[in-house]
């Protein structure tokens, strides 16, 4: 199968190695003492998390859950949040930290954030591999971010996927010729 599209990477393996690893580090130090519980957003974060919880360095749980928008039918109005979560989480009095890959109108997360308060989280921070603040159409705030940056176009690598392909790129490019 012939892929015409150009990458043009952005941020290399090592820098990406490297910011996760300080990225674990921060994690650790900053949650001394806490028990929590990570929960990686299904498809972008999964490589993400699978890094960042080596780099922690101590004992650490994670899940999975899968966030998007129903496009109508019985559960929902088209455009409402849906949330799955493949295991039932028992979320009471839980530290959280939500791992996605990137972070850019911050619309969705504020509503993730109450949803995982409702079902008992004590408290719930993000983590994202790419922060993109000036794509914000709120005022949410990474609390931790291995990369911030401005609009960079269509991102691939590293868990980012396009058209099902190169999530296996140990570094992030953009496809060229997109904004």
């Known amino acids: 199968m012939n892929h015409p599209d150009t990458l043009e990477p ?3 393996a ?3 190695r490297a910011h996760v690893q300080e990225l674990g580090r921060k994690i650790a130090q900053e949650m001394d003492g806490e028990d929590p ?3 990686a957003l299904l498809g972008g974060s999964v490589i993400f998390l699978a ?3 080596r780099a922690i360095e101590r004992p650490v749980r994670f899940e999975f859950i899968q966030v998007g928008f129903d496009s ?3 559960i929902a109005e088209p455009g409402v949040v849906q949330i799955r979560y493949p295991l039932p989480l028992d979320l009471a009095d839980q530290s959280v930290l939500v791992l996605k890959d990137v972070v850019t109108s911050g619309v969705t997360e504020p509503y993730l954030e109450q949803q995982l308060r409702d079902h008992g989280a004590r408290d719930v921070r993000f983590a994202a591999l790419i922060d993109i603040p000036d ?3 709120t005022d949410f705030q990474v609390g931790y971010a291995a990369f911030r940056t401005g609009r960079q176009g269509l991102l691939v690598g ?3 996927k396009h058209d099902g392909l190169y999530g ?3 570094y992030v490019a953009r496809i060229r010729g997109t904004s």
Request: hydrophobic share 40%; glycine share 12%.
């Open 10 to 12: 952005l941020f290399d």
């Open 14 to 16: 090592e820098s990406v």
């Open 37 to 39: 519980l990570l929960i």
């Open 51 to 53: 890094d960042l919880v």
């Open 72 to 74: 109508g039918g019985e």
């Open 135 to 137: 794509e914000r159409k």
């Open 158 to 160: 590293y868990g980012l």
């Open 168 to 170: 296996n790129l140990p």
